[in-house]
């Protein structure tokens, strides 16, 4: 049985225009093309053909776990800030926003800066948690703009996220009872508390927008789910740099290690003989995806083929390298596109260059994200034969 | 968002022989190659692979609703011929026929010739409604020998099929009790009725067979079903010609426009801005496969090659060109084979001309109908994400 190390180049699956391939088909890929041209490749629809989904689900996923085990954003946020969820308990995305006086919300990420914002988070957990319900809340700020917030001991319903999406509309507060009554009540007391706040005041000094606002999302509780080594008998090691993608390995079980790009790869071999299998992250390409930058998202991917080089050295191993979802440039947007998709260390196939139209050749097909994982295991020697 | 126009050839998907290609390989197509040159290709398999379907199902598939949806030929065309069903009515597809005295079906088409039958029709309607069982008959007939037979305020039940499908075979009187006594009487008394009609006098005298009794299949009743639009946010207007597609489009919410093949494309472009979703229907290749016309098949398509030609002109829409199912002529049946698939504005591919075998190798894949929409909805920017 080989280990298995899978790597995840967030979004990286893009479309080309009239003018121009994909960033993938541009770039100068020798690490992925020898693995490419000595594995089999194929592509992967993440949920279905033309669905786009979030990176959340797209990991539960390639994890081998199946949509109803997507416990929802929140709670993978909150595994991904080290905090391990009681059954009622409710976790939520956070955004700290800029709102006016009417609750309109001015800019849904603060101005993308997180100067004294996790100052202020703490501050306002200790308010928040001198509520009228009787709960506990915890309130974790992270990665600028971004955090979690849980509930504990309240009664639990499915939440509408709290965040209108387009700035300048109202805010949607729940119209559901209990529930909504406790998260309306943290909205309000959060704008209360942070709007006059002086930490907000030096900001403002600063030209920052205020973050006077929690806008709150994804709202999810923990579902009963297979541990990741019981379910493919292997021990994982998740190696990231973001909270959401060291949360959703953590919540199936996997040990994290959040480290910068650069020492990802170094710190796999560190620790090979530890662990069967290894999830590697690397999220850039997702952002130039989101930012419309083609040519970054080309040279990021230049440069993590740089970074995975030392894999070639490595025996008894196979290597999946794929995205989680696509993020065309051109649509600044996730699509619903097929993903890219390398096995190296089982099979062969024609396929010497690793890129979409490339992919579409290959041996392995197009298959769902759901798929990838057990062909990654067959081709370690780790599946078990089913009806025999 | 884009606007989609969904172009079916009905039929279109055919099979290679060892002497000829199929009729789309063989058809000259500069249009329709445009478009995939300038867009991506695939295939789909309608239902699953090697599993033939009818139009109807396939058209439900191809319009984004999943089988459990479809209704059964009869409701579908009830649409069609604008009777708009109530719950519990009870809906059949109707072939006038030839039986002879034991109820022995002698021509399940009468000929396949209309002459007189609408007249005919209209009486025995009338004559049905003075029924003992307290049922209201409406019968329409269309497209010759074809018509529609619905049953209101009947107790209802599923129906067989009161048609033997093989000439020469005795009918098979439905064995169930109320709804089945209905039928039946039905049946009996429309050969009654039509046996010695001076009409069926008039048809033998011009050398045509009697249509003198009524085959009833395809039974079924309305689902419960969410609308077009407010399944896809879309307003949908449905171009063809045929009774059924105008049906299925019209049962689950859609305009339509009953044209002849030239108005088809000057009306879609007269109407393109009052709608977001165009649904273009072609017969004839389906015709011409069942008829096992190679020949006929590749002619027709080049002909609708050229009425789609304006389609080139259009900014900002996503165009969708593909078959609901195969007739391969030589089969002069429905196949189970993937039909080919193209989807311009959105990604590009490497492929340059439309068919059968050039679509295999395209950056979509080998999908089902029912990821077609969801295909053209991403292409358009319409999707939403999914597990955000």
């Not at 709102?99 to 100067?115: C, K, L, V």
């Not at 979802?325 to 947007?333: F, M």
Request: aromatic share 8%; glycine share 10%; with cysteine.
């Amino acid at each position: 049985m080989k280990k298995i190390v899978l790597i995840v180049l967030d979004g990286l699956g893009d479309r080309r225009t009239l003018d121009r391939p994909t960033p993938l088909e541009a770039a100068k890929t020798p690490t992925l093309n020898f693995l490419a041209k000595n594995g089999s490749c194929g592509l992967h629809y993440p949920l279905s053909p033309g669905v786009p989904i979030g990176s959340g689900l797209a990991h539960t996923l390639l994890f081998g776990y199946s949509e109803d085990d997507y416990p929802g954003r929140g709670v993978l946020e909150a595994y991904g800030a080290g905090i391990d969820l009681q059954p009622t308990d409710l976790a939520f995305r956070v955004n700290f926003a800029t709102s006016d006086e009417n609750f309109r919300i001015i800019d849904r990420r603060a101005g993308r800066r997180g100067e004294f914002i996790p100052q202020m988070a703490e501050e306002l957990q200790e308010a928040l948690n001198n509520n009228p319900f009787g709960v506990r809340v915890i309130l974790k700020a992270y990665e600028n703009y971004r955090g979690v917030l849980v509930l504990r001991g309240s009664i639990l319903h499915p939440i509408p996220d709290l965040d209108p999406q387009i700035e300048g509309e109202p805010l949607p507060f729940s119209k559901d009872e209990m529930t909504g009554r406790i998260v309306n009540w943290i909205v309000v007391q959060s704008y209360e508390f942070l709007k006059n706040h002086p930490l907000n005041k030096k900001r403002e000094e600063m030209g920052l927008p205020p973050a006077n606002i929690l806008l709150l999302r994804g709202a999810g509780s923990i579902k009963q789910r297979i541990p990741f080594h019981e379910k493919h008998h292997m021990r994982g090691l998740a190696i990231a740099d973001r909270n959401l993608y060291l949360g959703v390995a953590s919540y199936f079980g996997m040990d994290t290690a959040k480290v910068s790009d650069e020492e990802k790869i170094p710190l796999l071999m560190e620790r090979l003989e530890e662990y069967d299998f290894f999830f590697v992250h690397f999220k850039l390409t997702d952002v130039y995806g989101h930012d419309g930058k083609w040519e970054e998202k080309k040279r990021y991917i230049e440069y993590v083929d740089g970074l995975l080089s030392p894999l070639k050295e490595l025996k008894d191993v196979v290597i999946v390298v794929t995205g989680d979802h696509s993020t065309p440039a051109i649509l600044k947007n996730h699509s619903g596109d097929a993903v890219p998709l390398l096995i190296y260390g089982g099979n062969l196939d024609d396929v010497k260059r690793f890129g979409e139209h490339e992919c579409v050749k290959g041996r392995i097909g197009i298959v769902r994200a759901a798929d990838v994982l057990n062909l990654a295991m067959d081709a370690a020697g780790r599946m078990k034969e089913v009806g025999k």
